[in-house]
Structure formats: structure tokens, C-alpha cells
T-cell receptor, first 109, second 116 residues
Framework: GQSLEQPSEVTAVEGAIVQINCTYQTSGFYGLSWYQQHDGGAPTFLSYNALDGLEETGRFSSFLSRSDSYGYLLLQELQMKDSASYFCAVRRGNRKLIWGLGTSLAVNP | DVKVTQSSRYLVKRTGEKVFLECVQDMDHENMFWYRQDPGLGLRLIYFSYDVKMKEKGDIPEGYSVSREKKERFSLILESASTNQTSMYLC???????????????FGSGTRLTVV
């Protein structure tokens, strides 16, 4: 079958660094995406990795290892506003994504 | 600012009613998607469309149909609403992809549908 696994919940404190892991098992792989969703809001696109390595965008970075079928989202200098759900998603072809179930991140003062 | 607009934020319908959820995007995107989101189940794809009048079933199409008569508009239809279709419905759009180039999804704000 096809699946993505990510932790259901992560807790951290303001100013800290947190890593949200995602392992995937899919037939066909073009890239790994990350989305953020605040309570009551719509998912918003954060990052995309097609090749191995680290992509950095401000406080957020995303990593991919295709040989390990593994990626992670790294959030630095955590702020209260980073409390949200984070979804990894695999792009298999031209159009569709396969989604993980999401990781709920709670940032405490 | 690019947008995906869903016609209603909250909707309450009765069992057996035919329900129309509308979605419009202003980005000239080829692909449009309808998802439902339920606690603990993540995002589940109902239908998607990659061109006008073209559609494909997603993972949970039963009880739903879609219409895409114009590129910018993608409608989700619940033929006969049932209580198990109470959910958050999210519309999204994206450009077509070429090779490894990525075009992220842009989501609408969602429609919270309650069927009573």
C-alpha cells in the first residue's frame, strides 16, 4: 500500500527548535511537500523537496533523503504562532498528492 | 493576491437535500481538487479535475459528483446529503507540473457542512 507516517503530536517551547519527521512508502515519487494548517484555517504550502538535501526558507527548513524514503521539517526559533498542524505530502505524478495525517505542534511559553 | 474562493463558510442542510458547494480560483490553474477533512482522518480526496469537463475520482467519491464547466470553477455536488457527510470541505487548485518542478496547492478557506 501507500502510506505516509508522521508523529501525531509534538510539543516544544518558544525559542526552541523542533523537527517533524515523515517517512513514506509510495509507488512513484516526485517530491515531498509540507503544509501548515492553523485551527479553523486552510492548509498553506510551506516547502517542497524533489532532490536530496536541505532547503531553507527563513526559520523553516525541509530535508529529504530519497534513499531512506524520509524527510523532515525543521522549525527554528519557535514562536507561539507556529502552533498548528503540519502535513507532509508526497507528489506521485502530475496532479495528485498523498497526504500524511498531520502533526499537531503545540508551542508553549 | 491569488485566491481560491469557496462560496460558503458554514452550511446546514437536511438529510436528503441536494447540496452544491462552489469553488472559484483566479490563478488560471489547470488542476482543481475537492477534499474533505475529518479529525483523525486527515485530508481525503473526493474528486479532482485537470481540465474543463475532465474529472477523476479520488479516494472517496461515493455520494458525490462534480462539475467543471469553466476553468476557474469547480463544483462539488452531494446528490442526497446524509449525516455522515457532515465535514469540512476544502477546495484546492494547482498548476500542472512538469518534471520535478513543483506547484503547491492553494486552498480555499473551507466550507463546514452540517447535515441534520
Amino acid at each position: 500500500g501507500q502510506s505516509l507516517e508522521q508523529p501525531s503530536e509534538v510539543t516544544a517551547v518558544e525559542g526552541a527548535i523542533v523537527q517533524i519527521n515523515c517517512t513514506y512508502q509510495t509507488s512513484g515519487f516526485y517530491g515531498l511537500s509540507w503544509y501548515q494548517q492553523h485551527d479553523g484555517g486552510a492548509p498553506t504550502f510551506l516547502s517542497y523537496n524533489a532532490l536530496d538535501g536541505l532547503e531553507e526558507t527563513g526559520r523553516f527548513s525541509s530535508f529529504l533523503s530519497r534513499s531512506d524514503s524520509y524527510g523532515y521539517l525543521l522549525l527554528q526559533e519557535l514562536q507561539m504562532k507556529d502552533s498548528a498542524s503540519y502535513f507532509c505530502a508526497v507528489r506521485r505524478g502530475n496532479r495528485k498528492l498523498i497526504w500524511g495525517l498531520g502533526t499537531s505542534l503545540a508551542v508553549n511559553p | 493576491d491569488v485566491k481560491v474562493t469557496q462560496s460558503s463558510r458554514y452550511l446546514v442542510k437536511r438529510t436528503g437535500e441536494k447540496v452544491f458547494l462552489e469553488c472559484v480560483q483566479d490563478m488560471d490553474h489547470e488542476n482543481m481538487f475537492w477534499y474533505r477533512q475529518d479529525p483523525g482522518l486527515g485530508l481525503r480526496l473526493i474528486y479532482f479535475s485537470y481540465d474543463v469537463k475532465m474529472k477523476e475520482k479520488g479516494d472517496i467519491p461515493e455520494g458525490y459528483s462534480v462539475s467543471r464547466e469553466k476553468k476557474e470553477r469547480f463544483s462539488l455536488i452531494l446528490e442526497s446529503a446524509s449525516t455522515n457527510q457532515t465535514s469540512m470541505y476544502l477546495c484546492a487548485s494547482s498548476l500542472g507540473s512538469v518534471g520535478n518542478a513543483n506547484y503547491g496547492y492553494t486552498f480555499g478557506s473551507g466550507t463546514r457542512l452540517t447535515v441534520v
